[in-house]
Nanobody
Framework: QVQLVESGGGLVQAGGSLRLSCTTS????????MRWYRQAPGEERELVAG???????NYAHSVEGRFTISRDNAKNTVSLQLNSLKHEDTAVYYC?????????WGQGTQVTVSS
């Protein structure tokens, strides 16, 4: 059974930081591209950051320079460091694992940034 479990969300003031983690099981973690998405109320889900099995990263323009994605294959975990948070970063953040067209999702973790 595949499971992706996010943690680390919460309430933070603008300018603050959070670190999200996603622990996986039931997949060959090291072979999956891992991504973080987010969805704000009334908005579509959008890609925030991704990291391939080789370690290449990409970021949405809106978070580049503020967020950092990383992975620990030994712990089957992907993380997202969120710095210099803005009110518009408020959303539910979802972890995604993707390989050969098959996608798995976590349940999401809420990030709320107060202005």
């Amino acid at each position: 059974q595949v499971q992706l479990v996010e943690s680390g969300g919460g309430l933070v003031q603008a300018g603050g930081s959070l670190r999200l983690s996603c622990t996986t099981s039931g997949i060959i973690f090291s072979s999956n591209t891992m991504r973080w998405y987010r969805q704000a109320p009334g908005e579509e889900r959008e890609l925030v950051a991704g990291i391939t099995s080789a370690g290449s990263t990409n970021y949405a323009h809106s978070v580049e320079g503020r967020f950092t994605i990383s992975r620990d294959n030994a712990k089957n975990t992907v993380s997202l460091q969120l710095n210099s948070l803005k009110h518009e970063d408020t959303a539910v953040y979802y972890c995604n694992a993707s390989r050969w067209g098959r996608d798995y999702w976590g349940q999401g973790t809420q990030v709320t940034v107060s202005s």
